[in-house]
């Protein structure tokens, strides 16, 4: 009996394997790889925004004040595992879980 899977199971496991060999270029490199910026809001000189990073093993979210004359600071700070993360970002998000899975195709062929 041949098992059949969902599309969704399926994408989940290819940014799940794409964000495991994105941590090993993170761990040879030991530099994280940004996997977006996100403008909140702009006012003035300063802006909020979320920076979601590729970490060893981790992504993180994080939520950044900054600019003008106030110091940068930290509003929020999510921390996924590889494993849990493309499921929450398929939850919040179809399309940006779309251009993630391009954007680290990318970043793979780049390194490779």
């Known amino acids: 009996m041949v098992k059949q899977i969902s599309l969704d199971t399926w994408q989940i496991?290819?940014?799940t394997d794409l964000l495991e060999k994105g941590s090993n270029i993170v761990t040879k490199t030991n530099r994280p790889i940004v996997l977006y910026r996100?403008?909140?809001e702009e006012e003035e000189e300063s802006y909020e925004e979320i920076v979601c990073t590729l970490t060893k093993g981790y992504v993180i979210e994080q939520m950044v004040t900054s600019g003008g004359i106030l110091v940068p600071s930290f509003q929020q700070q999510f921390v996924f595992t590889i494993k849990e993360y493309p499921q929450e970002?398929?939850?919040?998000?179809k399309d940006r879980f779309l251009e993630?899975?391009?954007f680290l195709e990318e970043q793979i062929?780049?390194?490779s």
């Open 13 to 15: 496991q290819q940014l």
């Open 38 to 40: 996100q403008t909140l």
């Open 89 to 93: 970002l398929l939850r919040k998000s």
């Open 100 to 102: 993630m899975i391009d």
């Open 109 to 111: 062929k780049l390194t």
